[in-house]
C-alpha cells in the first residue's frame, strides 16, 4: 500500500509569490492534515480536512489556505510569501482512528 | 502558546543504556498520545501511542508511560541503539483530529 505522498520535495520561491503543494493520501484515508514545522517550533497545525471539508484549522494567517478534492488528495496554498514562510511542510493522512496517523516525507519550501 | 513541550531540545545516550525522553502538555481534555520519531529529510513515523485510560504501554524496547495527574509523558528506550538517534516528537490530541505536537528532543545513541 502506498504512503502519504508529497510534491514537491523541493521547493524555492521568492518573497511575495504564492506557492502551491500538494499531497496523496494513503488510499482510502479521508481525513488530511497539515503541519509546519520550523526549528524550535515543532510541527505547528495548519488545518486538517474530511470528505471535502476543513473540520479544524491551527491558528494561522489568511494566506494559509488549503482545499481538498473528491478523491481524498489536498493541496495547500500559501500566497504573499514571506521570508518567515522557509519551513518543512508535512502532510498526514488518517482513516479517522486516532492513531492512524501516517505523515508524508514533506515539502521543503525556501523563501528567498 | 505551547501546550505540548519537551523541555529537553537534546539528549546523549551510550549504546545500551536507557534513554527517558520527557514531554508534559497543558490540556487536561487530552486523550490521545503519540510519540513519532524523525530521521532528517524525512517525515515522522509513528512510534508508539498510549490513551489516557492507561499510565503505561509497551513495544519491544520502546515503553510510554502516561502520568495524567502530572499531565507529564515519558518514552523509555531499552536498551538504546545507535539507530535509535533521530528527533523524537510527543503529540497529544483531545479529539483524535488535530494534534498538538512537542518541539522536539533529538536523541544521540553513542555507540
Known amino acids: 500500500k502506498a504512503g502519504v505522498t508529497q510534491t514537491p520535495r523541493y521547493l524555492i520561491k521568492t518573497r511575495g509569490q504564492q506557492v502551491t503543494l500538494s499531497c496523496s493520501p494513503i488510499s482510502g484515508h479521508r481525513s488530511v492534515s497539515w503541519y509546519q514545522q520550523t526549528p524550535g517550533q515543532g510541527l505547528q497545525f495548519l488545518f486538517e480536512?474530511?470528505?471535502?471539508?476543513?473540520?479544524n484549522k491551527g491558528n494561522f494567517p489568511g494566506r494559509f489556505s488549503g482545499r481538498q478534492f473528491s478523491n481524498s488528495r489536498s493541496e495547500m496554498n500559501v500566497s504573499t510569501l514571506e521570508l518567515g514562510d522557509s519551513a518543512l511542510y508535512l502532510c498526514a493522512s488518517s482513516d479517522g482512528q486516532p492513531y492512524g496517523y501516517t505523515f508524508g516525507s514533506g515539502t521543503r519550501l525556501t523563501v528567498v | 502558546d505551547q501546550q505540548v513541550k519537551q523541555n529537553s531540545p537534546s539528549l546523549s545516550v551510550q549504546e545500551g543504556r536507557i534513554s527517558i525522553l520527557n514531554c508534559d502538555y497543558t490540556?487536561?481534555?487530552?486523550?490521545?498520545f503519540l510519540w513519532y520519531k524523525k530521521y532528517p529529510a524525512e517525515g515522522p513515523t509513528f512510534l508508539i501511542s498510549?490513551?489516557?485510560?492507561?499510565d503505561k504501554n509497551e513495544d519491544g524496547r520502546f515503553t510510554v508511560f502516561l502520568n495524567k495527574s502530572a499531565k507529564h509523558l515519558s518514552l523509555h528506550i531499552v536498551p538504546s541503539q545507535p539507530g535509535d538517534s533521530a528527533v523524537y516528537f510527543c503529540a497529544a490530541s483531545d479529539t483524535g483530529n488535530q494534534f498538538y505536537f512537542g518541539t522536539g528532543t533529538s536523541l544521540t545513541v553513542i555507540p
Open positions: 480536512y474530511f470528505s471535502e471539508t476543513q473540520r
Open positions: 498510549i490513551s489516557s485510560i492507561k
Open positions: 490540556n487536561s481534555m487530552f486523550d490521545y
